[in-house]
């Protein structure tokens, strides 16, 4: 399931000529720089899963996460640039288009992966062109007063991926290569954030102001690479943003493809589902009237997004057929591998079993819940479009994550080499602990 781009992109993309990069000052840094540098990041081990602690400007974290993941980072940078439909070139040409819109400190940050990681920031550059075309089929929601056990906000995201990426020189998944990062910016607010080594983020995370955010992939056919792609954006509203309203307006700014988001603040507490085209966007929460479309409903207290638009506006940049449900939502898909029904699919699933679960939903309950909506447990047609679906992204999982923002406390479970991260055990932290460290 490929994201759906404009003609006149790729067009845009063949008929430019590769523009130079030019080296920044970084990557001639003195040794007394880099080791100034490394001085605010370590890695550490609990639980068998790493932590990356970074800290400092921006050129700082990138550099400490390219030196102390030096080895994971190559294997993932070659394996995100051998997964691409686009040729080395095309995704400069499309880098050089969009840094221009994006804020110089995470160009900057970049620039200190690379050096860190003793890599080409052409690498970089591309490898990060290529993974924001990929389809990510991810699930996210958020759930809080009478949908919870205790009132407080809950923030679930699963970040999924196809498992068999990996890096042609060593064969090692780039799942394999999974990491919990603290980031604590200079300029900004400390965060949390599972992800892979080489990427900023994992799709999602929280930030100590209480805001909590994850990103799902909504192919469209509005699209533009002249403005701050999601990636950024999200890391944007993470690093800065100290309320909802805040986090909204960096994620609804400078706007290029389609994505959804699922963004909470437990300080409300209440969470907004956004959804962005390049030149349209909706933010609504469970209460707007758009949330019960038919076939969609709402759940009191609760918003949640997968790799649709809910929205008609929206949605009409997106598939021909509104409705992804039912005979003819399954016909499309057998007869023009149309992905809606499947999607649909996922999403009744996981909405019915909140609805089974209301006023119950927990840190346990929400991750237990969701490994097994993930798996199909409860819903066999599901689990049968899983199986079918080996080899793409839908229901594979590569992190799954609950997180309580107001306390901290987290629960994730990591992908291993030969199983979807549904299928693997659980790892608890506490945010505001692990920020209270100190480098060994």
């Known amino acids: 399931m490929k994201r759906v781009t404009g003609l006149f992109i790729m067009l845009l993309l063949l008929s430019m000529p590769v523009a130079s990069m030019e080296r920044e000052h970084f990557s001639d840094a003195s040794e007394a720089i880099k080791i100034e540098a490394l001085s605010g990041g370590w890695l550490e081990e609990q639980d068998g899963i790493k932590i990356l602690h970074v800290s400092g400007s921006h050129y700082d974290m990138g550099y400490q996460h390219g030196f102390l993941l030096r080895n994971e980072t190559k294997e993932n940078i070659r394996a995100f640039l051998s997964n691409t439909y686009y040729t080395y070139d095309e995704l400069l040409n499309m880098w050089n288009v969009t840094k221009e819109y994006i804020p110089q400190q995470y160009i900057e940050e970049m620039h200190g992966l690379a050096d860190g990681a003793e890599i080409k920031f052409e690498d970089i550059a591309a490898s990060y062109m290529a993974v924001m075309t990929w389809g990510m089929s991810c699930f996210g929601f958020a759930a809080w007063n009478s949908a919870t056990e205790d009132g407080k906000l809950y923030h679930f995201r699963s970040f999924d991926l196809p498992m068999n990426i990996r890096d042609p020189v060593t064969g090692k998944y780039v799942h394999e290569n999974a990491v919990l990062i603290v980031r604590k910016p200079e300029d900004g607010y400390a965060s949390i954030t599972a992800s892979v080594a080489g990427s900023l983020h994992g799709g999602g995370a929280f930030n100590e102001k209480g805001i909590a955010i994850g990103m799902q992939t909504c192919w469209s056919n509005d699209t533009t690479i002249r ?117 649909w699919r996922s999403y009744k699933a996981v909405s019915e079993a909140i609805e089974a679960n209301y006023g119950k939903l927990n840190l346990n309950g929400t991750m237990e819940l969701m490994q097994r909506v993930y798996r199909g447990d409860t819903d066999i047609l599901l689990k049968i479009l899983i199986k079918l679906a080996e080899g793409t992204s839908f229901n594979r999982a590569w992190n799954m994550w609950v997180a309580c923002p107001e306390n901290g406390d987290m629960v994730v479970s990591f992908a291993e080499k030969d199983k979807i991260a549904f299928d693997t055990p659980y790892h608890y932290f506490n945010f505001y602990k692990l920020l209270e460290e100190k480098p060994p």
Request: proline share 7%; charged share 20%.
């Open 227 to 343: 403005g701050i792609p999601a990636v950024f954006r999200v890391q944007m509203a993470l690093d800065y943003a100290a309320s909802i309203d805040e986090a909204i307006k960096y994620l609804i700014t400078n706007r290029t493809t389609g994505w959804n988001f699922v963004v909470s603040d437990c300080k409300i507490p209440a969470a907004y589902a956004i959804e962005t085209t390049a030149n349209l966007s909706y933010v609504g929460s469970f209460d707007n009237p758009v949330e019960s479309t038919p076939p969609f409903w709402t759940i009191e207290n609760v918003v949640r997004r997968t790799n649709f638009f809910i929205s008609p506006e929206l949605a009409a940049t997106q598939r021909s057929h509104y409705d992804p449900s039912g005979i003819m939502g399954f016909v499309r898909l057998l007869r023009e591998k149309d992905p809606f029904f499947a999607i």
